[in-house]
C-alpha cells in the first residue's frame, strides 16, 4: 500500500475530527515547553503534507466518505470494525488500483496534448525565414556565423547555451550558472550531436530539438514527457578532438 493513499485517508479523518471538535480545536495553544513546541509542530509538518495529498487525490477525482472515514477510525481504536482485516486490506487495494489508473489516464493524456502541441509547432517554425530542417527532424537556425573548425561526434566540446521549452520556460542555462558548459558530444541527447556537428567554433546556433531527439516520452521534470526542446548554443571550443 503507497504511503500517500495511507496518509490521505489519516488526513481525512483528521480533518472530520477536527470539525467535530470545533471547541477544543478553538482553545489557545500552550506552548511553554520544548516538548510541547515539538509535538506542535510535527502537527503543523503533517498537517501541510496530509492537506497537499488530499488536493492531490481530489485532482483525480477520487472523493472519499469523511463520516465513514471517521467512523473507521473510531471502529479500530476500539477493536469493533465492521469488515475483517481481509476485507480491508481488499477494498484498500481497490482503491490503489483505481488511484493508479487515475494516474495513468492523466499522463496518456498529457502525453497526447504533448505530441499534438510539439507537432504544430515543429511544423510553424518550419516555415521560418532562416530555418533549416535536417533528415532526421532537427531544425535549426544560424544566429551567428564564424569560420572556425567543425567538431565530431567524438569531440569534447565547451559551449555556452540557454534551453527552454516551447512556451519560453526556461529549464537550463549555462549563463545562468556562469561558465560554459564542456561534454562529449556523443554524450548528450541525440538533437544536440547532431546539432552542434553542424556549427562552426565561434557560431551561435538556435536548435528545436523534436521529442524523439530529446526524452522522448520520458519525464524529466520540468521537461515533460514528449517535449520538443528550444536551445540557443554558443560554441566556443573544441576541448579535445578526436584522433
Known sequence: ???????????????????????TAQQPVVLDTDAAKQSYSLGVSVGSYLDSTLVEYNNMGLSLDSALILRGVQDSIAKKTALSEEEVQTMMAALEEQFREKQTAIAE??????????KTYL??????????????????????????????????????YTGTLVDGTKFDSSHDRGE???FPLNRVIPGWTEGVQLMNVGSKYKFTIPAELAYGERDMGVI???????F????????????
Do not use: F, W
Open 123 to 160: 511544423e510553424e517554425n518550419a516555415k521560418k525565414e532562416g530555418v533549416a530542417v535536417t533528415e532526421s527532424g532537427l531544425q535549426y537556425e544560424v544566429l551567428q556565423a564564424a569560420e572556425g573548425a567543425k567538431p565530431a561526434a567524438t569531440d569534447t566540446v565547451k559551449v555556452h
Open 180 to 182: 560554459p558548459a564542456q
Open 109 to 118: 493524456a498529457e502525453a497526447a496534448q504533448a505530441v499534438a502541441a510539439g
Open 1 to 23: 500500500m503507497r504511503l500517500v493513499t495511507k496518509m490521505s485517508l489519516v488526513a481525512v479523518a483528521v480533518i472530520t475530527l477536527a470539525a467535530c471538535q470545533k471547541e
Open 224 to 230: 515533460k514527457p514528449n517535449s520538443v526542446l528550444v
Open 232 to 243: 540557443e548554443v554558443e560554441l566556443l571550443e573544441i576541448v579535445t578532438a578526436a584522433e
